[in-house]
């Protein structure tokens, strides 16, 4: 199944991205008031980060991917899991059926859809009291060395932007007039990784990739920069999940 962006090349190196915060995940399905055996539809699943996350929690998931890559990333990951289960579709059309999920979520898999439309898949696969979420996890830019990365990326991509990825996103809900009133909650993960491995995460950061252009390749070199003066071979960085939150419409 296509979408816009082709993640093949990328399914590997997202198994090194950072997992949701724990707290952040516990909040929401508090929240929700939902537990074990609820069931839970994961759009976007990519490589399992997200439905790992809710399986470990008794939840039942229904994993829908589009990328054949990344989805065998994430049976992989989930196989020994019998709470899972995968299935190909994008947000817009998950192929699913009507009312049946309690919850559905997208993590970091919102922003790469039609999202007025993916609202409106949401809806017709919640049950009549469901819950839409979506999340992402926004790197502290505040953070010193997230900073300097920051400010080497700027240096040849001034008007590098994130997209809808970091936006508030009460109004696009509220425009769907299908969800009620929009609700937040957030956690903070630090992720600890290899130099090596947050150069590599940075190889595949597809948004930079696409804005930098034929700047991408020395963009890489620059952070290689920043972190070869930081010193240390391991990196500590912190994230925070950030998730809104809204019920379906009576």
């Not at 074990?36 to 829908?64: F, I, K, M, W, Y």
Request: charged share 20%; with cysteine.
């Amino acid at each position: 199944m296509k979408t816009e962006w082709n993640y093949t090349n990328l399914a590997d190196a997202y198994l090194l991205r950072p997992n949701y915060s724990a707290d952040a995940i516990d909040q929401l399905l508090k929240l929700v008031g939902l537990g074990p055996g609820a069931s839970v539809c994961d759009v976007g699943a990519g490589v399992a980060h997200l439905t790992l996350e809710l399986a470990n929690r008794g939840l039942q998931v229904c994993a829908v991917e589009p990328n054949d890559a990344m989805r065998a990333n994430g049976v992989k990951r989930t196989h020994h899991l019998p709470n899972v289960s995968w299935h190909e579709g994008i947000g817009e059309d998950t192929g699913q059926e009507a009312g049946a999920f309690s919850l559905v979520t997208f993590g970091s898999s919102f922003n790469v859809c039609n999202r007025s439309a993916a609202l409106v898949e949401t809806s017709r696969i919640l049950a009549p009291t469901g819950w839409f979420a979506c999340m992402w996890n926004h790197r502290e830019l505040n953070d010193p060395t997230q900073a300097e990365i920051e400010a080497a990326i700027r240096a040849r991509v001034p008007e590098y932007a994130y997209g809808t990825r970091r936006e508030d996103q009460t109004t696009i809900i509220d425009e769907s007039q299908l969800f009620g009133k929009v609700q937040r909650v957030e956690g903070v993960v630090y992720h600890s990784q290899t130099v090596e491995d947050c150069l590599e995460a940075w190889r595949s950061h597809a948004t930079l990739e696409r804005q930098a252009g034929s700047q991408f390749a020395r963009v890489i070199e620059d952070i290689a920069e920043v972190l070869k003066r930081r010193g240390g071979a391991t990196l500590e960085i912190p994230y925070t999940t950030r998730v809104w939150v809204a019920q379906k419409r009576a």
